[in-house]
């Protein structure tokens, strides 16, 4: 039986196997190792690359649904030159993604405009790219959730799902103030995500500003002090990069 008669049975096996990345390629590899008189063995290494890969894109892109991102944020994209005084060396620095590794938090701090949300979603784009779960939400989006589980018997089984993800990033922390029992909602998450897994924050509140938002100030003090132990704390700011936007916008038209 010659190489083309075979190719039939073999197609059939790799569809049987779902072997998908091998399937997609098999005809040029087979033709490109014809071409090159591959051994049998460099012909299997190049298919078995072929299938890693497409299973690594794979996986990638249903992290990626998963992680919710809105819009392509990533650190290549971020224009560094409208505010000089970030720390650059911070931010590329957490894009190598130890932080997750050690399981720490990054509290990503500023006025409206200058940066919050892009980083923490490109340094959510460097985890996935290293393999990492990410889940990106908002303080708001994340409550809702919660008291949604609650509503339906659920609410511990959410409380687990969201403490084994590598990277959690809750947006806009602080935006809106935190009522009973949003904040001990919260606070059980932060507790148990606690030298577990990796969250960065993001707020327009200062440091030192984060108590005002908990309705318990005790729970407050409690779920903050969780937070910032360890973390790396970026600090941004300077001009609103949308005001400065819409206002060239303004003038060109």
Wanted: charged share 25%; hydrophobic share 35%; net charge positive.
């Amino acid at each position: 039986m010659t190489a083309t008669q075979a190719l039939p049975e073999l197609t059939d096996g790799l569809r049987k196997l779902k072997l998908s990345g091998m399937l997609e390629h098999l005809a040029p590899r087979n033709l490109e190792a014809v071409n090159n008189q591959m051994s049998y063995s460099e012909y299997l290494t190049l298919l078995v690359q072929d299938e890693l890969l497409t299973r690594e894109q794979r996986h990638y892109e249903r992290r990626y649904r998963k992680a919710k991102f809105k819009g392509q944020k990533t650190i290549e994209s971020f224009d560094f030159s409208f505010n000089p005084n970030i720390n650059q060396a911070l931010v590329k620095d957490l894009a190598n993604c130890r932080f997750i590794k050690e399981k720490y938090p990054v509290l990503i701090v500023g006025p409206c405009g200058t940066g919050k949300s892009h980083i923490a979603q490109a340094l959510g784009h460097c985890a996935l790219q290293k393999g990492y779960e990410v889940l990106c939400t908002t303080q708001s989006k994340l409550s809702e959730e919660l008291q949604g589980a609650k509503a339906v018997n659920a609410y511990r089984r959410k409380i687990n799902a969201l403490t084994k993800i590598p990277l959690l990033i809750i947006d806009d922390f602080g935006l809106k103030p935190l009522s009973s029992p949003q904040d001990e909602d919260l606070h059980e998450l932060i507790a148990e995500r606690y030298e577990q897994s990796s969250t960065i924050i993001t707020s327009n509140l200062a440091l030192n500003e984060w108590g005002q938002i908990f309705n318990n100030k005790l729970l407050g003090v409690a779920t903050i002090d969780r937070l910032q132990h360890n973390a790396y704390n970026l600090i941004l700011e300077g001009k609103s990069f949308r005001t400065t936007q819409c206002n060239i916008k303004k003038h060109t038209k």
